[in-house]
DNA sequence: TGTATTAATGAAAATGATTTTCATTAACTT
DNA sequence: AAGTTAATGAAAATCATTTTCATTAATACA
């Protein structure tokens, strides 16, 4: 069985059994770009691993979250999507959203400036209403590139 | 037949036809300061009007949604929970959701210069991807004071 | 290198929010 | 006041996700 993405993240201390699916979903993510759901996980596995159900997909995906080697972005087409954490967009939940089709676009830019705000306010509402504040989220929505051209640019 | 609303708002000429259902769930929005997911709303009926259904307040939401008197925020918790558009909320979308219980807080501080941020953010960013921006969100997550003492601050 | 232990898996059922269907009700038109 | 048809409510359908549980297989250990 390939062991490619145990040894490369030091994963075998971390997760009691190291799998082929585990192995293989890992793989999909770090192949792809953009943020993909459970469900396209599962189809882009299918053809190669037909044997791999949606649930250990789920379950897999679950665990990689908790390990911190993935995040989770709630979609408006109500799938949840899944990126993996890199260096580069480590720390940051900045993303473009389509509303139409799901797709989640990362950028970095002005990330500097939106982290100076974000910590500032940040600072002030936990204060104020006494909140812990763990996590934060800057998004846009609208029409990704593909879907203005498919509603008639509106 | 109660017409409190109907007139209030000047509703008669969008709207088909304006039934109970319509102006009470119009109400309750309008009495409660916080955001109601459906079930929270179909619940606060339930003493009083029974015969509403859970359906109901569905469909009705989303036509005020569509509208423009509510707004619809995703909450972490599953539900989708709304609030009333009023005039100091208008344009912001702005929220501290505790990831426990689900409860969201709308915050006005720091609104000018986030606007500043957002809206020079956006420009580049539509630019950039060729994104048609129709909305924004900006979002701290967290554990509410209530849910930090539940988990024993933790 | 087998073999036992038990974590991980997959299929199917369960869940929970939301949507659809469809027969009935009632708001508005005339 | 009566007809038209939009709005309703109950139940069924959907859809993403989670749970259950019997089976499989990764690791430990003899």
């Not at 044997?51 to 995040?71: D, H």
């Amino acid at each position: 069985m390939p062991r490619r993405h145990c040894a490369r993240h030091g994963l075998r201390e971390q997760v009691g059994r190291w799998t082929e699916p585990r192995d293989v979903i890992l793989d999909v993510l770090s192949r792809s770009k953009g943020h993909l759901s459970a469900k396209e996980i599962y189809d882009a596995l299918y053809s190669s691993h037909p044997g791999i159900g949606l649930t250990t997909v789920y379950r897999t995906l679950e665990l990689f979250r908790r390990l911190g080697f993935i995040q989770k972005v709630a979609s408006p087409d109500g799938q949840a999507r899944y990126e993996l954490r890199t260096e580069e967009n480590k720390g940051h939940h900045h993303h473009l959203i389509c509303l139409r089709c799901g797709k989640i676009i990362d950028y970095q830019d002005f990330a500097d400036e939106e982290l100076e705000l974000v910590k500032k306010t940040e600072k002030a509402l936990a204060q104020k209403h006494n909140f812990l504040i763990l996590d934060h989220n800057i998004e846009f929505l609208g029409l990704c590139d593909k879907c203005r051209q498919a509603a008639g640019d509106i």
